[in-house]
């Protein structure tokens, strides 16, 4: 073969592939509103009854978008939204009742919450700069990280399913010590994988 044929197949190669790269985009991005289309319908779905829930489409595309279109951190993100806040509005603007948000009352009798957001995520040095925000798109993404800490936390014990530690440590459990509402959490999951 010819320098200039090898050069033609090359050039000929090259514009094949570019060619299905650019045909295959308009799948992912298809994928990805879907995505967050299918979550924004389980918002009413699976949204505490007789509060104002978060905008579902906002919420969905939050979600998928925190977890960039991977199916299961969406599912594990739904479930802690819902178990945490129900979904509720309020909760997600860290307006809360008297009992949300791991309320606690002060020396001085002033009524604190440890809480933020969808997610009720308590202060750490990984969210510390966001802490606060009731944009629903850094909740997801500081939610989605805690998640990935918590499964990394307990990769090392084999004796616990990933979401069950997660789930644990998530509650400030560690790994190892159950707790009455993992069970629940790991029910919900299963329905949402399915929604999803």
């Known amino acids: ?3 200039s044929n090898r050069v033609g197949w090359v050039t000929l190669l090259f514009l094949a592939a570019l060619g299905l790269s650019l045909a295959l985009c308009p799948v992912a991005r298809a994928d990805y509103s879907r ?5 924004a319908e ?6 505490a009854r007789g509060v104002e829930l978060v905008e579902p489409v906002e919420f969905g595309v939050a979600v998928a978008q925190a977890c960039n279109q991977e199916r299961e951190c ?12 129900g979904l ?5 603007r860290s307006e809360y009742r008297y009992h949300q948000g791991d309320a606690y009352t002060d020396r001085q009798g002033v009524r604190r919450h440890k809480a933020w957001g969808t ?4 202060q750490n040095r990984r969210n510390a700069d966001v802490w606060g925000e009731d944009d629903l798109l850094v909740q997801a993404r500081a939610a989605r990280l805690a998640q990935a800490g918590a499964v990394v936390e307990c990769r090392g014990f084999r004796s616990v399913l990933p979401e069950v530690g ?20 790991m029910e919900l999951l299963v329905k949402i994988r399915r929604a999803l």
């Open 1 to 3: 073969m010819t320098p």
């Open 74 to 85: 969406v599912a594990r993100l739904l479930t802690m939204a819902v178990m945490e806040s």
């Open 166 to 185: 997660m789930w644990r440590v998530l509650s400030g459990r560690g790994c190892l010590a159950p707790y009455s509402g993992e069970v629940a959490r």
């Open 35 to 39: 995505l967050a289309e299918r979550v």
């Open 119 to 122: 997610y009720q995520l308590h």
């Open 42 to 47: 389980l918002v009413p779905r699976f949204g």
């Open 88 to 92: 509720s509005a309020a909760v997600s």
